[in-house]
């Protein structure tokens, strides 16, 4: 592959396209074009480029032409040498994966109504292969949760008690559409510990379900290091539940509207919830 035959292109923007589609190849997402742009990896550290749709399209019909990359109704996959071609599951279509996400994302919005009555818990975010838009049928549904100050093991406790009497926590040997209680953090210390392209990946494509206190917010203003390996995920600017806009049970999943403005009656604040607040 030579470089000299992209006319017109900019050469550092084509590379990083390049290790944007081996990168989602290896985490197993087949990405449309808004998707490239906005998962597109920076490990230059340079300032964040105005990088059009023309451009990346251009980018991807001279990989396509090269053979590096493939394209099944608008959906690109990196196809060079690097990899064999993954059997598992069939080779689950992207259409196909969407068709699951959308199953997971009803478990994952009930789940969530059952998680809201705990008081201590003021964020729920979906994150893993459900939210990255590509999971298996056996997949398990991973949550971050956000908790009050000092509220942290009441939280975790709390939300661990719910999902087992309900027979949907995750266990060893049963996890299909089981709650995988991924991270726990409080609203005092959102800054994450590990800076890295995982980790930015999980941030950006992760899907807002409860957020009390603004905390989805407050989260970006704490991880402004997201830009610098995605620079085209506006991650500080239009956030995440903008990308992931969808309607589950006829209820749009996103931080614009979230299940916790319904005013319906929590049970844990009534006099024996008040007791429990005062932990």
């Not at 699951?100 to 964020?123: D, G, N, Q, T």
């Not at 930015?200 to 970006?220: G, T, Y």
Request: aromatic share 8%; proline share 2%.
């Amino acid at each position: 592959m030579e470089f000299s035959k992209l006319e017109r292109v900019n050469s550092d923007l084509a590379l990083n396209i390049i290790k944007t589609l081996i990168y989602l190849k290896i985490r197993k997402i087949e990405p449309s074009l808004l998707k490239i742009r906005r998962l597109l990896i920076n490990l230059q550290g340079a300032e964040k480029p105005l990088i059009s749709l023309f451009e990346i399209r251009s980018i991807l019909d001279w990989l396509k032409r090269e053979k590096a990359v493939t394209e099944k109704r608008g959906f690109y996959q990196w196809s060079g040498d690097l990899f064999k071609e993954n059997l598992e599951e069939g080779n689950i279509s992207p259409i196909e994966k969407e068709k699951i996400v959308a199953e997971k994302m009803k478990i994952a919005v009930r789940e969530a109504r059952l998680l809201k009555l705990l008081p201590w818990i003021s964020f729920i975010g979906v994150c893993g292969t459900v939210a990255t838009g590509n999971p298996r049928k056996s997949s398990d549904i991973d949550l971050l949760i956000v908790a009050k100050k000092n509220r942290i093991w009441l939280a975790r406790l709390g939300a661990a008690f719910l999902l087992e009497i309900f027979g949907k926590r995750r266990k060893k040997n049963k996890n299909t559409d089981r709650i995988c209680l991924n991270h726990f953090v409080t609203e005092d210390n959102l800054e994450l510990k590990f800076k890295d392209l995982y980790t930015a990946l999980e941030l950006v494509s992760m899907i807002c379900l409860l957020d009390k206190n603004r905390v989805l917010e407050k989260m970006k203003a704490k991880n402004l290091w997201v830009e610098e390996y995605l620079p085209g995920s506006s991650w500080s600017e239009t956030g995440i539940a903008n990308y992931w806009e969808r309607r589950v049970n006829g209820e749009k999943i996103g931080q614009a509207q979230d299940i916790d403005r319904r005013k319906d009656k929590n049970i844990l604040f009534n006099s024996f919830g008040r007791f429990f607040l005062k932990l």
